[in-house]
């Protein structure tokens, strides 16, 4: 399982996550749900390792990878290199297919601002993908992007047999995913249980 258990973490005066436990299955794509600002990005950032909490324990799989709500793209650099950017030598034939995975084949040669707003989130999308790990974390992975691409999208990385935790406030995107935790916050608290759950 992936768990968290009487996590802490605030910033200044503000606390985010306070003794927040949550546990969530190894297997498929778990939605975290909830409003903007309720804490998913920082209980995300807490599971990459990114941000260390004040107390309490975090066990995920090794290596977790995670998307974050910017794209962070290089202008300088093609939609392949971004791609051949984060494979290793032996892999680098698999360029196309995680571009075929975003629908973003033919734009290889493209810089990122030729490419409208949710085609330059699915290639940030494929970038992580193809960095491979034990963990996906997408933090609103198809914003800007229509639905039925969503669902085809979704469906591939479901097919990659990597656990994947993704935050969204979609209810469509929502309705994709294998499991939904609902959430509300600050502090961060399960829905309906209230800032002690």
């Not at 778990?30 to 324990?57: F, I, Q, Y």
């Not at 392949?80 to 290889?108: F, N, T």
């Not at 601002?113 to 999308?125: C, E």
């Not at 963990?135 to 039925?148: H, M």
């Amino acid at each position: 399982m992936i768990s968290l258990q009487n996590i802490t973490v605030g910033f200044a005066e503000k606390r985010v996550l306070e003794r927040f436990s949550l546990q969530m299955p190894q297997t498929g794509i778990t939605a975290l749900s909830g409003p903007s600002g309720c804490g998913k990005t920082t209980l995300l950032r807490v599971l990459a390792g990114l941000l260390k909490p004040a107390e309490g324990t975090v066990s995920v799989p090794p290596r977790p990878v995670m998307l974050f709500q910017e794209n962070r793209l290089l202008p300088w650099r093609t939609v392949e290199q971004h791609i051949l950017d984060v494979l290793p030598k032996p892999r680098r034939d698999q360029a196309k297919q995680w571009l075929a995975l975003v629908e973003l084949e033919g734009e290889e040669t493209r810089r990122p601002q030729a490419l409208s707003g949710g085609m330059g989130r699915r290639l940030a999308l494929a970038r992580t993908l193809a960095c491979g790990g034990g963990l996906f974390l997408l933090d609103e992975p198809f914003a800007g992007v229509d639905l039925p691409r969503a669902a085809r999208m979704v469906e591939r990385i479901r097919q990659l047999g990597i656990p994947v935790v993704l935050s969204s406030h979609e209810r469509e995107v929502v309705a994709l995913c294998d499991g939904v935790i609902h959430l509300e916050g600050p502090p961060l608290h399960l829905a309906g249980h209230g800032a002690e759950a």
